[in-house]
């Protein structure tokens, strides 16, 4: 039997929440067919989970909930969206999205799952502080992030590394109270 998770509803999407007793729970009782058709994994994205559950993917420090995201009409999976690294002691969690189905960039769907997502975080989660990172390249992501009232805190230097180049990373936050007065 699955642990008990949360779906929440927007106007377009389904947001299904994934947790590490959830992922555990498939990782150990689901072939691999079985694992690839429930979170809806390609051949990469299934490698790349499975080593993740392999290696770990909480601790006493940090722990992760996101979601995926669903399209009411086709059911299919088309991103993910959620607190990837979760540090409950100290009430703050780095956001992070993905839409991997490309036929749904371009419609709002990211910020319409971060406008259910980040009152989420503050309401439910504890959090204090929510973080985000985008290339600085990547412009449509930044307009994500400024469109939710995140601030620009900084470039990080040399934050990511990808294909063997690092990169740097712009750092944007949104605080409790931040939030609290735009809603």
């Known amino acids: 039997m699955l642990p008990e998770t949360i779906t929440l509803e927007t106007e377009r ?8 007793e959830l992922y555990i729970h498939v990782f150990e009782n689901s072939t ?11 051949g990469k994205g299934f490698e790349l989970a499975k080593s993740r559950y392999k290696k770990g993917m909480t601790n006493y420090h940090t ?29 703050r969690a780095e956001f992070g999205y993905v839409m991997s ?8 769907l990211m910020t319409e799952a971060a ?10 989660m504890g959090v204090h502080r929510i973080e985000a990172f985008a290339s600085p ?6 307009r994500i992030l400024e469109g939710l009232g995140f601030t620009k805190e900084g470039l990080m230097r040399d934050h ?4 063997g180049v690092y990169e740097p990373s712009a750092a944007y936050s949104l605080l409790k109270h931040e939030f609290d007065q735009m809603r």
Do not use: V
Not at 13 to 20: D, F, G, S, V
Not at 160 to 163: G, I, K, S, V
């Open 137 to 142: 390249e990547n412009e449509p992501s930044i």
């Open 13 to 20: 999407l389904l947001l299904k929440e994934i947790t590490p």
């Open 115 to 124: 406008n259910a997502l980040i009152p989420y975080a503050f309401d439910n």
């Open 63 to 91: 722990t992760f909930k996101y979601f995926l995201l669903k399209d009411k009409e086709t059911q299919s999976t088309i991103g993910t969206c959620g607190y990837y690294r979760w540090y409950e002691e100290h009430n």
């Open 32 to 42: 691999d067919e079985e694992i690839k058709a429930y979170f809806d994994f390609d």
């Open 101 to 108: 189905n490309m036929a749904y960039r371009k419609q709002g």
């Open 160 to 163: 990511f590394l990808r294909d």
